[in-house]
């Protein structure tokens, strides 16, 4: 491990665009002469991104692993701009803009509809058929088919343009791009997509879940706000959002959940949790401070 001049580092809880993005850079750094590796260092990863992954030809157990203690060790987080780890963040590639400014000696931050779309755009020709359609992949399940708030013309354009010059199987895609919730008790609301953000000193958390019809689960709902509330407190946040998106009428809605109170925010499109939900309590936060 010592050898690797830099670890490619996916967000926690890694969904299919951080897994994806995570290979992809690595194949594209190594075939331009550096020496990284992809890990991900969590102990389990959700089964639907592993069923998802593998149905495509990639298997994320393979890239679950330590990380290194060096402390001179260099990593490049994919997927999210910032996180603790036992070295030094080099390189950032992200599609969630944020208000807050880094120093890294290289940082891609902007508007996109999945980060392995940006790695893989304008840069074909270095990548296999089997590589482009997990980037074309990672953005249908990222925008939940170009459902999402998040999803950029030009995108759906590059998306078409790949389909027709390698032939991949677009209504397939757009099924796995779907990807409906299997919520079965309180915790899968909690656990699903999972995500949590530093904001300075400060920690917010969020879920989401797709359901055909989320009338079906209200009488779970008293259960999932209790055990959110206890999440809060125990782990010492600011504020935990769970969002849910009607896949029947493709609208959202979220339920901002703190120690004391839980407050409902209707939608009628799809949201997007990192260019709308999550930039919204970021500058909340910062008015606080």
Request: aromatic share 12%; net charge negative; proline share 4%.
């Amino acid at each position: 491990m010592s050898t690797v001049e830099y670890v490619i580092l996916g967000h926690q809880n890694p969904d299919v665009d951080s897994i994806v993005s995570g290979y992809l850079l690595e194949k594209y750094l190594n075939n331009h002469g550096y020496c990284s590796k992809f890990i991900i260092p969590d102990l389990k990863i959700d089964n639907e991104n592993l069923i998802i992954c593998r149905n495509y030809g990639l298997n994320p157990s393979d890239y679950q692993g330590v990380l290194p203690r060096d402390e001179d060790q260099k990593y490049i987080l994919v997927d999210h701009f910032e996180r603790d780890v036992p070295g030094v963040v080099s390189g950032v590639i992200d599609h969630h803009p944020t208000n807050q400014e880094f120093s890294y000696s290289y940082y891609r931050n902007e508007k996109a509809s999945s980060t392995a779309s940006m790695i893989v755009k304008g840069k074909e020709d270095e990548f296999t058929k089997d590589e482009i359609c997990l980037a074309v992949l990672a953005t249908m399940v990222d925008t939940v088919s170009f459902h999402s708030s998040k999803t950029l013309p030009e995108d759906v354009t590059w998306v078409k343009e790949m389909v027709h010059r390698y032939q991949l199987p677009y209504s397939q895609l757009y099924q796995e791009g779907l990807c409906l919730t299997n919520v079965c008790e309180p915790s899968d609301f909690l656990n699903h997509g999972l995500k949590v953000y530093q904001f300075g000193d400060k920690q917010i958390a969020s879920s989401s879940v797709l359901l055909l019809h989320p009338d079906d689960y209200k009488e779970m709902y008293p259960s999932v706000f209790s055990l959110l509330q206890n999440y809060v407190s125990n782990k010492e946040l600011e504020m935990f959002a769970l969002i849910i998106h009607d896949m029947t009428s493709f609208c959202s809605s979220v339920y901002y959940v703190d120690a004391t109170e839980v407050r409902k925010k209707e939608f009628d499109h799809f949201i997007s949790r990192g260019s709308e939900v999550i930039p919204e309590l970021e500058k909340k936060l910062y008015i606080k401070k």
